[in-house]
Structures are given as structure tokens and as C-alpha cells.
């Protein structure tokens, strides 16, 4: 394997560090549905599992420097229902398990004024940011 070395990147007109696209780029993401559960698209992501209704754990190719308090994941979720208005959300699952340095763990849920239940969404995306091990 050859190793390349470079201390700027430069497109033409702008040049930056390379430690500023290193430090700063996303370090995995995963679009799926957890309803199937399949993984859409993928960066390093090894595999998604299907914990309980509500709940799964994205599983990391290549593990994160410092486990669960050196990374944080940005989330979204889509379930449209086409006779109510109503709020999901996907976040981190913390109530009984470990976020570890190779999974991210998380809980999607929806509320409206009258109802709230964990779901298994069509559409979730979870980004990780910080540091690979």
C-alpha cells in the first residue's frame, strides 16, 4: 500500500488542510428503513440491527476513537401518515444498553397531541462525527 502525504488540498481557487477535511468530514453515516430493517446507502457501516420495535444499533466498519463520548451522530427520520400530523423523532439509546465505540444505538419514536409510541421508521439517517480509532 502507498501513503500519500499532503499538508493542503487545493481545487483550483481555494486551498485548505488537510486536517481541516480529515478533522471535520463525516466518519460514517447510514440511510435505512427499519421497518424492513435494510440499509439504503452506507459509509462505513458494517451492519443495522433490529433490536425491538422502536429500537436498533447501527454497527461501525471501522470504530471510533474514545467510544461513546468522543463521537456524536446527527439524526433524522420521515414517516408520513396521511391522516394525522405528528413529531418523530430518532435519537440515541442510552435506558439499556452501551453506545460503544463500534455501534451507535438509538430509539425512534412519534408523538401528536393525543398518542406517542416508539416506531420502526421507512426513512432514518444517523451521521457520525468525531474521530476514527
Not at 483550483?12 to 486536517?19: H, N, P, S
Not at 435494510?38 to 433490536?51: E, G, M, P, R
Not at 396521511?82 to 442510552?94: G, K, N, P
Amino acid at each position: 500500500m502507498s501513503t500519500l502525504e499532503v499538508s493542503n488540498l487545493n481545487d483550483g481557487t481555494t486551498t485548505v488542510a488537510t486536517t481541516f477535511v480529515t478533522g471535520g468530514s463525516a466518519k460514517g453515516y447510514c440511510l435505512f428503513n427499519q421497518s424492513t430493517p435494510a440499509i439504503n446507502k452506507s459509509l462505513n457501516t458494517s451492519s443495522l440491527t433490529d433490536t425491538s420495535a422502536g429500537k436498533g444499533q447501527i454497527n461501525w466498519t471501522n470504530a471510533m476513537s474514545g467510544g461513546e463520548t468522543a463521537y456524536s451522530c446527527v439524526t433524522s427520520t420521515l414517516n408520513v401518515h396521511a391522516s394525522d400530523a405528528y413529531v418523530a423523532s430518532l435519537t440515541s439509546d442510552r435506558s439499556n444498553v452501551t453506545i460503544t465505540a463500534s455501534s451507535w444505538s438509538f430509539v425512534s419514536a412519534y408523538a401528536n397531541a393525543s398518542t406517542a409510541a416508539l416506531f420502526d421508521p421507512l426513512h432514518a439517517m444517523a451521521t457520525a462525527h468525531g474521530d476514527l480509532a
